[in-house]
């Protein structure tokens, strides 16, 4: 079973830096998932990567598969931007559900 | 993206009784539906995968006649707690998956039993 570690579990930081955030997964996968969950607890896809990078307004995620090891990245970052990110990963063929990380409590202070 | 949704959003509900959690793919077929539980600051953890028209398999440790999964057609997946107990409370999460791997996650329905 895959076990998928993130850091930092914790973090706040001033409105306006750059963050990141770091999973790392222990055995192949065939795609990783980036969830944002607000306090309500709903959760919201944010990214879906099996390689490469995608950017997607502030938000930017990159994946390196032999490292097995992915960054989620804010830019100007904004109190809004306060959640729990997740990382979830997919195994390879698919057929399975997602294993998640612990998540990353991001607080952004104004 | 896709939309799933889930009803109810919220059930508070008393011991022993029964309680129907729906999930719903509202612009896309569905042809597999998972259902997540999360406990207070835990990560999620992966009850079951449905899919429609055949049976729920269950992950370790999950009892399928506690937790009746019935996934009736492509675009609806109901999860049954039957007899619930205080330890049951929790917040369900449901994702759908189409033809493609990504997942589209539901809003999630907090259950308290009293």
């Known amino acids: 079973k895959n076990e998928v570690e993130q850091s930092p579990q914790n973090l706040t930081a001033q409105e306006g830096e750059f963050i990141t955030i770091n999973c790392s997964y222990s055995?192949?996968?065939?795609?990783l998932h980036w969830l944002q969950q607000h306090p309500g607890g709903g959760i919201v896809s944010l990214f879906m990567?099996?390689?490469g990078k995608k950017k997607h307004g502030r938000l930017i995620a990159t994946i390196n598969i032999q490292e097995k090891h992915s960054s989620l990245h804010i830019t100007a970052s904004h109190p809004r931007d306060s959640a729990v990110y997740i990382c979830?990963?997919?195994?390879?063929?698919?057929?399975?559900?997602?294993?998640f990380g612990k998540g990353t409590h991001l607080i952004i202070q104004p | 993206g896709a939309v799933v949704s889930q009803h109810p959003s919220r059930v508070i509900c008393k011991s022993g009784t029964s309680v129907k959690i729906e999930c719903r793919s509202l612009d896309f077929q569905a042809t597999t539906m998972f259902w997540y539980r999360q406990f207070p600051k835990k990560s999620l953890m992966l009850m079951a995968t449905s899919n429609e028209g055949s049976k729920a398999t269950y992950e370790q440790g999950v009892e399928k006649d506690k937790f009746l999964i019935n996934h009736a057609s492509l675009t609806l997946s109901t999860l049954t707690v039957t007899s619930a107990h205080p330890e049951d409370s929790s917040f369900y999460i449901c994702?759908?998956?189409?033809?493609?791997?990504?997942?589209?996650f539901g809003p999630g329905t907090r259950l308290t039993v009293l």
């Open positions: 994702s759908a998956r189409g033809r493609r791997a990504e997942q589209f």
């Open positions: 990567l099996s390689s």
């Open positions: 055995v192949g996968i065939s795609a």
């Open positions: 979830a990963v997919l195994p390879g063929g698919g057929a399975d559900g997602l294993t």
